[in-house]
């Protein structure tokens, strides 16, 4: 068994030498480790519950051969105007009085416009009066409104990596790798906390979905929310015919995410649809302890509540609670 002790699992300088020696360890023996590091830094029967809104849909000028809503890759779903802040704050709401704790927001663009600001301040705004952590993924922002959105009291600011630097042209050409970095730098230093991560099952090989992990757990700090993404192939997009990612290989690079960044929230995001029970079982006993609640997640499917409800009692999990939250904040 591979160990490695808490000190070294939050150094600076992972490679990718080292996360595959993590990978390549018979399953016992990560899912072992894994589950100690989680246990080191969080409760293991709570998980932190989060509801996504598409604020704005489709019509995106970028290229995401995974994206449904990018307007060019041969998507037919229209695109939809910015929605009005009180129908966001209504949806806020809802999923509070839900369970949820954080809300989180997405528009389909390449970044916003300066006349969408004040709604998008108003909605974060709005969300942190309810007593919600907020987040937003808006694409690309530069420094006039990244300072906007840090002063209305935004959280945290989603902005994936998608996967490795080598494979990332062959699924995005219209923005780089390097954009991407630059934005959660430019998020970071505004000290508005990271959310980031990635897809599996776009046709990338392991040592992508490694480096993907290494790239995020040298980012200094590492994301305090890391969502791991299973791709469901949507119509009308190049990769409509991906081959389904491997459930085993899945909870693998859940368990390597967990020991790389401990103090990381590690995100089931979408695709859980598509997972089993057991399933997801393994993927919480392996370091995750974040998801998405309700029936959409943008314009992918994920599973009802009450599934979520039932498969939470028969694990003894409990939906971590704000005030849960901002004790283990104040640690």
Same mark, same amino acid.
């Given at each position: 068994?591979?160990?490695?002790?808490?000190?070294?699992?939050?150094?600076?300088?992972?490679?990718?030498?080292?996360?595959?020696?993590?990978?390549?360890?018979?399953?016992?023996?990560?899912?072992?480790?894994?589950?100690?590091?989680?246990?080191? +830094?969080?409760?293991?029967?709570?998980?932190?519950?989060?509801?996504?809104?598409?604020?704005?849909?489709?019509?995106?000028? @970028?290229?995401?051969?995974?994206?449904?809503?990018?307007?060019?890759?041969?998507?037919?779903?229209?695109?939809?105007?910015?929605?009005? =802040?009180?129908?966001?704050?209504?949806?806020?709401?809802?999923?509070?009085?839900? &369970?949820?704790?954080?809300?989180?927001?997405?528009?389909?663009?390449?970044?916003?416009?300066?006349?969408?600001? #004040?709604?998008?301040?108003?909605?974060?705004?709005?969300?942190?009066?309810? %007593?919600?952590?907020?987040?937003?993924?808006?694409?690309?922002?530069?420094?006039?409104?990244?300072?906007?959105? *840090?002063?209305?009291?935004?959280?945290?600011?989603?902005?994936?990596?998608?996967?490795?630097?080598?494979?990332?042209?062959?699924?995005?050409?219209?923005?780089?790798?390097?954009?991407?970095?630059?934005?959660?730098?430019?998020?970071?230093?505004?000290?508005?906390?990271?959310?980031? %991560? &990635?897809?599996?099952?776009? %046709?990338?090989?392991?040592?992508?979905?490694?480096?993907?992990?290494?790239?995020?757990?040298?980012?200094? /700090?590492? /994301?305090?929310?890391?969502? =791991?993404?299973?791709?469901? /192939?949507?119509? #009308?997009?190049?990769?409509?015919?991906?081959?389904?990612? $491997?459930?085993? #290989?899945?909870?693998?690079?859940?368990? =390597?995410? *967990?020991?790389?960044?401990?103090?990381?929230? =590690?995100?089931?995001?979408?695709? *859980?649809? $598509?997972?089993?029970?057991?399933?997801?079982?393994?993927?919480?006993?392996?370091?995750?302890?974040?998801?998405?609640?309700?029936?959409?997640?943008?314009?992918?499917? +994920?599973?009802?509540?009450?599934?979520?409800?039932?498969?939470?009692?028969?694990?003894?999990?409990?939906?971590?609670?704000?005030? %849960?939250?901002?004790?283990?904040?104040? @640690?």
């Amino acid at each position: 068994m591979v160990f490695i002790d808490k000190m070294t699992s939050t150094s600076k300088e992972w490679s990718r030498e080292a996360a595959q020696t993590l990978y390549d360890q018979p399953l016992m023996d990560l899912l072992f480790q894994a589950q100690t590091v989680h246990r080191q +830094n969080f409760d293991p029967n709570k998980v932190q519950t989060s509801k996504l809104l598409s604020i704005k849909t489709g019509g995106c000028a @970028e290229d995401c051969s995974y994206c449904s809503q990018s307007a060019r890759n041969g998507s037919t779903l229209p695109a939809s105007k910015l929605i009005e =802040v009180e129908r966001v704050l209504a949806e806020a709401r809802r999923a509070r009085d839900g &369970g949820a704790t954080r809300f989180c927001m997405g528009a389909a663009w390449r970044e916003p416009k300066d006349r969408d600001m #004040d709604s998008l301040v108003a909605m974060v705004e709005g969300v942190r009066a309810l %007593g919600m952590e907020s987040c937003m993924t808006l694409g690309m922002l530069d420094d006039t409104q990244v300072v906007r959105l *840090r002063d209305a009291g935004l959280d945290y600011y989603n902005h994936n990596i998608d996967t490795s630097e080598r494979y990332y042209p062959e699924v995005i050409t219209t923005r780089t790798f390097a954009d991407r970095i630059d934005t959660l730098n430019r998020v970071k230093e505004a000290g508005i906390k990271v959310c980031s %991560g &990635g897809i599996l099952g776009m %046709g990338e090989e392991t040592q992508d979905r490694l480096d993907m992990l290494v790239t995020l757990a040298n980012l200094d /700090p590492a /994301p305090d929310s890391v969502p =791991v993404n299973m791709l469901m /192939p949507q119509a #009308d997009t190049p990769l409509a015919d991906a081959a389904p990612v $491997d459930p085993i #290989d899945f909870v693998r690079i859940i368990a =390597v995410a *967990r020991i790389m960044m401990p103090q990381s929230y =590690v995100r089931l995001s979408a695709g *859980r649809s $598509d997972m089993s029970e057991e399933m997801q079982a393994m993927c919480f006993f392996a370091g995750a302890n974040s998801m998405f609640v309700g029936e959409t997640l943008l314009t992918a499917e +994920n599973p009802e509540e009450d599934k979520d409800a039932l498969l939470f009692a028969k694990l003894g999990i409990q939906a971590e609670t704000a005030a %849960g939250q901002s004790a283990r904040a104040a @640690e």
